[in-house]
Every structure is written in C-alpha cells, then in structure tokens.
C-alpha cells in the first residue's frame, strides 16, 4: 500500500495556493488545501477543489500531434519542436517577427511565463504576446 | 504527549495488528496528512499544532475511508482527537467503516483548544496520552440566537450571500462521503452559476448534516468566505438533541432518530 499527500501549487491561475494531491497506489484520488500555505491557508476555490481530476483525464493530450495531411498524427518531441523551430523561422524570415504571436497561459508558472516572453521578444524579436485568460 | 503517542504506533506497528496508522506528519515545513507504515518514520509524527493548538487538524476519518475502500480486509490505526473519534462512531453507524478494523489512538485536546472550538466533548472515551478537560459552553450560538428573528434572517442571508460555491465544506468534511450529493442536484441548486442559491444551498447541506456533523469545525476552517458554519451545525444538532435526546457521535452504538421507522421516542 501506498498513500501519498504531495505537496504542490495549484495550476489553474497565478494565486499559487498550496495543495496537496492524495495518491493510493500510484492513482489520484484527491486534494486537500494546505493549512500551512501562506497564500490560500487551508482554502480553495472550485477550481482547485478539483485540480486532481485533469491530471487522470481520458481527454487529456499527452503526446504532441502534427497535422499531417489534413489529419492529426501522433509524432515524437524532436519531430514536433524541429517542425515549430524550423516555421517559426521561415515566417520570421518571409514575413517579419511581427507575423508571430505568442500566447501563454495561466497554466504555468510566473517563471514559465517570464521564459515566454522573453523568447518571443529577445529570440523572435516581437512584442505580440498575449494571455490565455484575455480571449 | 506526543512520545506516549509514537510508542503506542509503535507497538502497534511492530506486531503488525494494523497494517499502517493514519496520522499527520511534519515534511518540508507542512504538516500533511499521512500513512505511518514503519517504525523508523515515526519521529516526523506531528499531532497539528503549529502555530497554535490543533491549527493543522485534516480530515484523517477521510483519509482513513479512502484507504478502507481499497483495502476493506485490513486493520489500520488512526491519529483520533475528541472530534475524530465523534467522526468514527458516525461513520461505524452509517457503515462507512468497521469499527473491527479501526484501532483509535486517542489523545486529548489541551483546554485552550477546546475553548476555540466550544467543544462538548474535547477528549476521546479513551486516550493514550492528555488530560481531559471539560465541555464548553456554546457562546457563539447563544449569541446569534439572542438576536430577534429579523436581524437573525439578515444575519444569516448576508453571511451566506457570502459564499463562492467553493464547495470547500463538504469536501472537507469526513462525515460527507455520499457518492451523489444534493448539492449537486439541479432540483436544489442551480448548475454552473453564481451567486449560489441562497438559502438553500447551506440549509440543504445543514439539514443533511443535522444528524451526522461531529462539530470538528474544518468546514469553518476551509470556508474561504468565513461563514459562521460551524455555528449554523451547532443549531441543527441541537434541535436533534431537544427534539430526540441524540448528539451525532456521543454514544458508539447509538442509531440516529432519523434512520428509524416508526413513532417518535418519549423524550
Ligand atoms: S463541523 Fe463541519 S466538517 Fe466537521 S463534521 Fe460538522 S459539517 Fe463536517
Ligand atoms: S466553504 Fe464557504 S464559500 Fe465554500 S461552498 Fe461552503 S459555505 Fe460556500
């Protein structure tokens, strides 16, 4: 038998509750606000009630997909971050920096979302960058 | 207190009579909810008292039917305050788990505490470690049921206007285990929009714990809005005991008045 509480953030937005996701045998079962957790103290919204049942989801991606004749493939890393490299470069060059946006996401980290932008501004050269909860 | 406590896990671990006891632990600063499986671990044992007497209580009844579930065959052992205990005989009524594969580890909770929580009964029938200390007097109730019927209306509607549908409560609580719940029930409560239907959404969920809530006070805890629940619990006990003589969680055998058929009792 194995129960776990993993300490972790909440993913859902910038506020970094702390959680703790409860495991049985390798399997989410569920999750408990952390009292200790400065930020939320033992609270959480629906949202983070509920943080553990993504993770499992049936529905989840969990391999990147390239479109492939029309059709979505399953395709390894390298192929699908070697695609995104080589188009970004290609429009850069046709089109300028300004032909690509950037969107992050509230998904992540503050750090993450530092990294984004940075890539987009410094490597790319554009100051497109957006947000997921803005659309 | 806490070494008698970390003897007792001990021994049991050491003759196997359970198969792993459900405690709280210290790890990274936090106090988490765990498993203790071998001897060795026990001095991350924690009781929850970080900053304040039993500030760090979890659900541990919770965790306990979690593991049960799966694991129906074996005995654990399990981390018991006054109000855990209440939550065992609860849950051993309303066959959630088997009272002969539970072995509680009682301990009392200092007067301080109990006097946070206006406790009735800070102290399990049979402690391994601590003193036990008295019943409290119910304050915070007194207090809202001296306002006049109006002001005790606004009281409460302006509280419950309050509340963000977190569903915090329930989840929280050891002594809500259905696997459908009423509150999640379109008849009663509005799917996917706010502001929550008041009252009913906090009346529906009092109603339900009136003979089941062992006062543990960590669905107060977890509201994120501070709503008095813990108060609003208090009162359909007590009209559960006016009314029939019952307390949710006093008497290990007791079956509730509202699980029988038949005419009402003489008291
Ligand atoms: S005090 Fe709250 S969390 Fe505890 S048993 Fe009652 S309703 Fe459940
Ligand atoms: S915990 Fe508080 S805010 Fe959340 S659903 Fe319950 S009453 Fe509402």
């Known amino acids: 038998m194995d129960y776990r509480n993993t300490l972790t953030t909440c993913t859902y937005c910038g506020c970094g509750c702390n959680l703790f996701l409860e495991s049985l045998d390798g399997r989410l079962t569920g999750t408990i606000p952390c009292k200790t957790g400065p930020v939320n103290e033992g609270k959480l919204c629906i949202k983070g009630w509920n943080v553990h049942q993504f993770v499992q989801s049936g529905k989840r991606l969990t391999k990147p997909l390239l479109r492939k004749n029309r059709k979505l493939e399953e395709v390894s890393w390298d192929e699908a971050l070697d695609f995104i490299a080589s188009r970004l470069k290609h429009i850069k060059a046709a089109d300028g920096p300004d032909a690509v946006g950037f969107f992050a996401s509230a998904k992540v980290t503050n750090e993450e979302n530092y990294l984004m932008q940075k890539f987009a501004r410094a490597a790319i050269g554009t100051n497109n960058v957006d947000h997921c909860a803005r659309l | ?267």
């Not at chain 2, 071998?38 to 979890?58: F, P, V």
């Not at chain 2, 809500?176 to 009346?203: A, N, T």
């Open chain 2, 1 to 267: 207190m806490i070494d008698t406590i970390k003897q007792k896990i001990s021994g049991l671990l050491s003759d196997a009579s359970v198969k792993g006891v459900v405690a709280l632990k210290t790890a990274n600063g936090h106090v988490t909810p765990c498993v203790f499986q071998k001897e060795d671990d026990l001095d991350m044992l924690s009781l929850g008292d970080m900053q304040a007497s039993g500030d760090t209580r979890y659900p541990l009844n919770k965790v306990l039917i979690t593991i049960a579930r799966q694991y129906p065959d074996d005995v654990f052992g399990v981390l018991v305050r006054g109000c855990d205990e209440r939550g065992l005989y609860t849950l051993y009524r309303l066959n959630q788990l088997d009272p002969d594969k539970v072995v509680p580890i009682g301990f009392c909770c200092p007067e301080e505490l109990a006097k946070a929580c206006e406790c009735k009964k800070p102290y399990p029938d049979d402690p391994v470690a601590g003193e036990k200390t008295k019943e409290i007097f119910q304050n915070r109730m007194e207090e809202i049921e001296g306002m006049d019927i109006s002001k005790r209306f606004s009281f409460w509607m302006d509280q419950f206007s309050k509340c963000i549908k977190c569903y915090g409560c329930r989840n929280i609580c050891s002594m809500c285990f259905c696997r459908e719940c009423s509150l999640e029930c379109e008849d009663l409560v509005s799917k996917g929009s706010l502001p929550v239907d008041i009252p009913v959404f906090h009346l529906t969920r009092a109603m339900h714990m009136a003979d089941r809530c062992i006062d543990c006070g960590l669905c107060e805890e977890a509201c994120p809005s501070d709503i008095p629940l813990r108060v609003l619990y208090k009162k359909t006990s007590r009209i559960m005991n006016a009314e029939f003589g019952f307390t949710s969680g006093i008497e290990k055998q007791e079956k509730s008045p509202l699980s029988m058929l038949g005419p009402a009792p003489d008291n």
